[in-house]
C-alpha cells in the first residue's frame, strides 16, 4: 500500500464527495441540473482534447468545443424537462453537425464523430442521471456509492492482495482487487437492501443496481483507459490531485447510467 498516494487520492475524494453530494440531496431539482452540467463540461473538455491527440492530423475547428458544449447541454435539456419538441431536435443535433463539418472549407469529419461520440459518451448518461433523480433521489445516490465502494474496495483488495493483472489495458488493476470489489460491493448492497427505509425496491433490485454498476463501472474504467492509452497520456487531466481529471473519476459513473437506467424503468418503476 502506498499510503502517501492513498491519503491524497482521499483528501481529493472528500472534496469530491462533498460537491456531488450537494448537488444530489438538494431540494431543488436544478441542483442535480447543476451538477451534470459541471461534470459534462469537465469532461467533455478532456474528451476533445484526448481525441485531438488520437487523431493528430485530423483538422479540429475552433468552433468545435463549443458546439459539443452546447449541443451536451440541449441533451441534457432532452431528458430533465420532458418535451416532444426537444426530443425531436435533439436527433437533428448528429445530421447538422457532420454536415457542417463535411461541408466546411476544411472537411472535419472525424472531429463531427468525435462530437456525436462525446455526447453519446458523456452528455446522455448525465442526462441519466438527471432522468434518475426526478424517479427518486435514492437511486443516483446508490448508484454513485456503489461505484465509490466498488472502486475503493478494488483499490485497497488489490493493494494488499493482487498479484494478476486483469487486462493489459490497465496493468495495475488485479483480478484479486476486481473480485474484491465486486464481492464487497454485492454485500453493502445487500445490507443496505435489509436496512433500507424504501420498501419499494426489493434486495433483489439493489444486488442487480451493484452488479451492473461493477461490470459497466469495470468497462467504463478500461475503456478511458484504453482511450488514454491510444492518445499517449497517463491522465485526462490533472483536475483532482491524485484522481487524475474529471473523465478519470467519472468514467466508470458514463457506462454504468445507460445500464442502470434502462434496468431502472424496465423493472423498478
Given at each position: 500500500?502506498?499510503?502517501?498516494?492513498?491519503?491524497?487520492?482521499?483528501?481529493?475524494?472528500?472534496?469530491?464527495?462533498?460537491?456531488?453530494?450537494?448537488?444530489?440531496?438538494?431540494?431543488?431539482?436544478?441542483?442535480?441540473?447543476?451538477?451534470?452540467?459541471?461534470?459534462?463540461?469537465?469532461?467533455?473538455?478532456?474528451?476533445?482534447?484526448?481525441?485531438?491527440?488520437?487523431?493528430?492530423?485530423?483538422?479540429?475547428?475552433?468552433?468545435?468545443?463549443?458546439?459539443?458544449?452546447?449541443?451536451?447541454?440541449?441533451?441534457?435539456?432532452?431528458?430533465?424537462?420532458?418535451?416532444?419538441?426537444?426530443?425531436?431536435?435533439?436527433?437533428?443535433?448528429?445530421?447538422?453537425?457532420?454536415?457542417?463539418?463535411?461541408?466546411?472549407?476544411?472537411?472535419?469529419?472525424?472531429?463531427?464523430?468525435?462530437?456525436?461520440?462525446?455526447?453519446?459518451?458523456?452528455?446522455?448518461?448525465?442526462?441519466?442521471?438527471?432522468?434518475?433523480?426526478?424517479?427518486?433521489?435514492?437511486?443516483?445516490?446508490?448508484?454513485?456509492?456503489?461505484?465509490?465502494?466498488?472502486?475503493?474496495?478494488?483499490?485497497?483488495?488489490?493493494?494488499?492482495?493482487?498479484?494478476?493483472?486483469?487486462?493489459?489495458?490497465?496493468?495495475?488493476?488485479?483480478?484479486?482487487?476486481?473480485?474484491?470489489?465486486?464481492?464487497?460491493?454485492?454485500?453493502?448492497?445487500?445490507?443496505?437492501?435489509?436496512?433500507?427505509?424504501?420498501?419499494?425496491?426489493?434486495?433483489?433490485?439493489?444486488?442487480?443496481?451493484?452488479?451492473?454498476?461493477?461490470?459497466a463501472g469495470t468497462a467504463g474504467d478500461l475503456l478511458e483507459s484504453k482511450l488514454k492509452?491510444?492518445?499517449?497520456?497517463?491522465?485526462?487531466?490533472?483536475?483532482?490531485?491524485?484522481?487524475?481529471?474529471?473523465?478519470?473519476?467519472?468514467?466508470?459513473?458514463?457506462?454504468?447510467?445507460?445500464?442502470?437506467?434502462?434496468?431502472?424503468?424496465?423493472?423498478?418503476?
Open positions: 500500500m502506498n499510503w502517501p498516494v492513498f491519503f491524497t487520492r482521499l483528501g481529493s475524494a472528500i472534496l469530491f464527495s462533498a460537491v456531488m453530494m450537494a448537488g444530489l440531496l438538494a431540494p431543488t431539482p436544478w441542483a442535480i441540473f447543476a451538477l451534470a452540467a459541471l461534470i459534462q463540461f469537465l469532461c467533455l473538455r478532456e474528451f476533445i482534447s484526448l481525441m485531438e491527440k488520437i487523431f493528430p492530423g485530423q483538422h479540429f475547428p475552433s468552433w468545435i468545443p463549443f458546439l459539443l458544449q452546447l449541443g451536451g447541454v440541449w441533451i441534457m435539456l432532452t431528458i430533465a424537462v420532458p418535451d416532444g419538441n426537444l426530443f425531436y431536435i435533439s436527433f437533428l443535433l448528429p445530421v447538422l453537425v457532420l454536415l457542417i463539418s463535411v461541408l466546411s472549407k476544411r472537411t472535419a469529419f472525424t472531429a463531427g464523430l468525435c462530437v456525436v461520440l462525446g455526447w453519446c459518451y458523456i452528455s446522455l448518461p448525465m442526462g441519466f442521471l438527471i432522468g434518475l433523480r426526478g424517479i427518486h433521489l435514492v437511486l443516483p445516490l446508490a448508484l454513485i456509492l456503489m461505484i465509490w465502494m466498488n472502486d475503493t474496495m478494488a483499490y485497497i483488495v488489490g493493494s494488499f492482495i493482487g498479484k494478476t493483472p486483469f487486462s493489459a489495458i490497465s496493468p495495475k488493476k488485479t483480478w484479486e482487487g476486481t473480485i474484491g470489489g465486486v464481492l464487497l460491493t454485492l454485500a453493502g448492497a445487500a445490507v443496505w437492501a435489509y436496512y433500507s427505509p424504501f420498501s419499494m425496491y426489493t434486495l433483489i433490485d439493489w444486488m442487480m443496481l451493484a452488479a451492473i454498476t461493477c461490470i492509452r491510444m492518445a499517449a497520456v497517463k491522465d485526462s487531466g490533472n483536475l483532482m490531485p491524485g484522481h487524475g481529471g474529471a473523465l478519470d473519476r467519472f468514467d466508470s459513473l458514463l457506462v454504468t447510467l445507460p445500464f442502470a437506467f434502462c434496468y431502472i424503468l424496465w423493472f423498478m418503476v
